[in-house]
């Protein structure tokens, strides 16, 4: 039996495989997020205790004993350790926004966009970068007082290993060279980051493995770390020929391309390129900060039930009834396929006859449109797949195949930790039918009318959107 473990923003998951890639059993916790004034954090204790939690309860129901463990989870954030793994101060989430300030300053100045023509990460308010920078400048005792500033999943692992490592993929953001995949010192420089240089795990190439020693599962089971949720998702859902793309329809909103070209001079600085397990190949990442999370502001702002979604878009046509939503619902404003700290979410058209349905369908075409963004962005010219808990509503599925005008391979399931169980296999050299774990449930083909329709309306957002970034430089006291 394979395991792999998922340990996500807002929900901490595990499922169990067989040899032929069947989802046998998947147990799943929430974790919390203490959100206040754009500060989001996370209680480390919490999240490794649902790890644990999951585990337990998993592995105790399984009829066969369990042969191998992957481990992915969120990326981005700073969670400082001790020696032993343990918390010096909550998690800073990659949600959180404190240190915009730092950012804006850096987006003023040529640090940005050289960081990102060194590293091929653009940084954003919520990424280790701008917040080990803010917490030098005001919590510099913390530091001083950590060992490690760890990402979310090598926490987990080191916890339960005792092995202090991190991954290509995490470290993408914002340190490492692509190119020769360790840490850029120049960068770091850049960043006023070079004396704090000791707190970065060192980068295992390929993925750091440990024997199990903590408790959750069986004592000695061998465990693989990585690669972070976004290129984990990639690997459980097939994406790895070039063109080829994803989109994650999660709290975050990520669209990942697969490429063997790293161009780090073109265009405006965005996204990300995530080192592969595969040398010379990268994800070509645009993660938009808000997707389903805006979906459920909207859900619990107007009271309406998840249930009741489907019936609501389908009894609603498209464009809303001309209301429109800009999704940028995160207090760090978006990343992806630009950064824009102070940008905001918009709603127009609302007017006394705006129904329920109108704010739920204009926010899933504005979240779709947002993906469609991306992906042009990221250089999509193959299949896509998609996955994540958007792809439990139908009628949003069928929106999203109408906006982006393309076939969409649905890949259902735990998605993630699917493919971080790949990962473990190829780094211990189990094999496994990669075809068969990565089959698709269903494909969802566009209708042409609608989709033509949305072609007008995606420019229509594009001019929206547009506007509604000149504002937020405004607000940030920069020429508009």
Same mark, same amino acid.
């Given at each position: 039996?394979?395991?792999?473990?998922?340990?996500?923003?807002?929900?901490?998951?595990?499922?169990?495989?067989?040899?032929?890639?069947?989802?046998?059993?998947?147990?799943?916790?929430?974790?919390?997020?203490?959100?206040?004034?754009?500060?989001?954090?996370?209680?480390?204790?919490?999240?490794?205790?649902?790890?644990?939690?999951?585990?337990?309860?998993?592995?105790?129901?399984?009829?066969?004993?369990?042969?191998?463990?992957?481990?992915?989870?969120?990326?981005?954030?700073?969670?400082?350790?001790?020696?032993?793994?343990?918390?010096?101060?909550?998690?800073?989430?990659?949600?959180?926004?404190?240190?915009?300030?730092?950012?804006?300053?850096?987006?003023?100045?040529?640090?940005?966009?050289?960081?990102?023509?060194?590293?091929?990460?653009?940084?954003?308010?919520?990424?280790?970068?701008?917040?080990?920078?803010?917490?030098?400048?005001?919590?510099?005792?913390? +530091?001083?007082?950590?060992?490690?500033?760890?990402?979310?999943?090598?926490?987990?692992?080191?916890?339960?290993?005792?092995?202090?490592?991190?991954?290509?993929?995490?470290?993408?953001?914002?340190?490492?060279?692509?190119?020769?995949?360790?840490?850029?010192?120049?960068?770091?420089?850049?960043?006023?980051?070079?004396?704090?240089?000791? +707190?970065? @795990?060192?980068?295992?190439?390929?993925?750091?493995?440990?024997?199990?020693?903590?408790?959750?599962?069986?004592?000695?089971?061998?465990?693989?770390?990585?690669?972070?949720?976004?290129?984990?998702?990639?690997?459980?859902?097939?994406?790895?020929?070039?063109?080829?793309?994803?989109?994650?329809?999660?709290?975050?909103?990520?669209?990942?391309?697969?490429?063997?070209?790293?161009?780090?001079?073109?265009?405006?600085?965005?996204?990300?390129?995530?080192?592969?397990?595969?040398?010379?190949?990268?994800?070509?990442?645009?993660?938009?900060?808000?997707?389903?999370?805006?979906?459920?502001?909207?859900?619990?702002?107007?009271?309406?039930?998840?249930?009741?979604?489907?019936?609501?878009?389908?009894?609603?046509?498209?464009?809303?009834?001309?209301?429109?939503?800009?999704?940028?619902?995160?207090?760090?404003?978006?990343?992806?396929?630009?950064?824009?700290?102070?940008?905001?979410?918009?709603?127009?058209?609302?007017?006394?006859?705006?129904?329920?349905?109108?704010?739920?369908?204009?926010?899933?075409?504005?979240?779709?449109?947002?993906?469609?963004?991306?992906?042009?962005?990221?250089? +999509?010219?193959?299949?896509?797949?998609?996955?994540?808990?958007?792809?439990?509503?139908?009628?949003?599925?069928?929106?999203? @195949?109408?906006?982006?005008?393309?076939?969409? /391979?649905?890949?259902?399931?735990?998605?993630?930790?699917?493919?971080?169980?790949?990962?473990?296999?190829?780094?211990?050299?189990?094999?496994?039918?990669?075809?068969?774990?990565?089959?698709?449930?269903?494909?969802?083909?566009?209708?042409?009318? /609608?989709?033509?329709?949305?072609?007008?309306?995606?420019?229509?957002?594009?001019?929206?959107?547009?506007?509604?970034?000149?504002?937020?430089?405004?607000?940030?006291?920069?020429?508009?």
């Amino acid at each position: 039996m394979y395991v792999g473990i998922d340990v996500g923003t807002s929900m901490v998951k595990a499922a169990a495989f067989d040899a032929s890639g069947r989802e046998v059993a998947v147990e799943s916790r929430p974790v919390g997020l203490d959100i206040r004034d754009g500060r989001v954090e996370q209680d480390m204790d919490e999240v490794y205790g649902a790890v644990v939690d999951v585990l337990t309860t998993l592995t105790s129901g399984l009829d066969s004993p369990v042969s191998l463990a992957g481990l992915t989870g969120q990326g981005d954030g700073v969670w400082l350790v001790d020696a032993e793994g343990r918390p010096v101060r909550p998690a800073i989430s990659w949600m959180d926004g404190r240190a915009h300030e730092v950012l804006d300053a850096w987006m003023a100045s040529d640090v940005f966009t050289s960081v990102f023509r060194r590293t091929g990460s653009a940084m954003f308010p919520g990424c280790p970068g701008p917040v080990l920078a803010w917490l030098d400048r005001h919590e510099p005792k913390v +530091l001083d007082a950590a060992a490690t500033a760890l990402y979310c999943k090598d926490m987990v692992f080191q916890r339960l290993t005792g092995v202090r490592a991190t991954d290509v993929s995490d470290a993408s953001m914002p340190f490492l060279d692509p190119r020769t995949r360790t840490y850029d010192d120049g960068a770091l420089a850049l960043l006023g980051l070079g004396h704090r240089r000791g +707190l970065l @795990a060192p980068v295992s190439d390929p993925v750091a493995v440990g024997d199990a020693s903590g408790p959750g599962l069986p004592a000695g089971t061998r465990m693989a770390n990585g690669p972070y949720d976004l290129p984990a998702c990639a690997l459980g859902a097939g994406v790895t020929r070039p063109g080829d793309g994803l989109l994650i329809i999660g709290t975050c909103l990520a669209s990942l391309v697969a490429t063997d070209v790293l161009d780090l001079e073109a265009g405006e600085p965005a996204g990300l390129y995530i080192s592969t397990d595969r040398e010379g190949q990268w994800l070509r990442a645009m993660p938009a900060m808000v997707g389903t999370a805006a979906l459920d502001w909207v859900l619990n702002t107007t009271g309406v039930r998840h249930e009741e979604v489907d019936a609501l878009l389908d009894a609603t046509p498209p464009g809303a009834n001309g209301v429109q939503v800009l999704p940028y619902f995160a207090p760090s404003g978006e990343r992806a396929p630009f950064v824009e700290p102070r940008l905001r979410a918009e709603l127009t058209g609302v007017s006394l006859e705006t129904t329920k349905g109108d704010l739920v369908r204009a926010t899933c075409e504005g979240i779709a449109y947002a993906a469609r963004h991306c992906l042009e962005a990221a250089g +999509l010219t193959g299949t896509l797949a998609v996955c994540g808990g958007g792809t439990r509503s139908p009628a949003w599925l069928r929106l999203f @195949a109408d906006v982006l005008g393309r076939p969409l /391979r649905v890949v259902e399931g735990e998605v993630g930790a699917r493919g971080a169980v790949l990962a473990a296999a190829e780094r211990y050299g189990v094999e496994l039918d990669v075809a068969s774990w990565t089959r698709p449930t269903t494909v969802v083909e566009p209708d042409a009318g /609608r989709a033509e329709h949305y072609t007008v309306g995606y420019a229509k957002h594009l001019a929206h959107l547009a506007e509604a970034r000149t504002r937020a430089r405004g607000r940030a006291g920069t020429p508009g």
